[in-house]
């Protein structure tokens, strides 16, 4: 089993980055790293 954490690291208009984690439960052993950029698209 893994949990998983997520953190805001530039939150702007038109853009946002987050870095995500997830480790084993038991252990506290980091199993992947992630980084997602996503853009933000606003109905006119």
Do not use: K, N
């Not at 992947?32 to 950029?37: E, G, I, P, Q």
């Amino acid at each position: 089993m893994a949990d998983g954490e997520a953190r805001l690291v530039h939150g702007g208009r038109t853009t946002q980055v987050w870095d995500a984690d997830a480790r084993h439960l038991q252990s506290g052993r980091v199993l992947a790293l992630f980084r997602c950029t996503q853009l933000m698209i606003y109905p006119r």
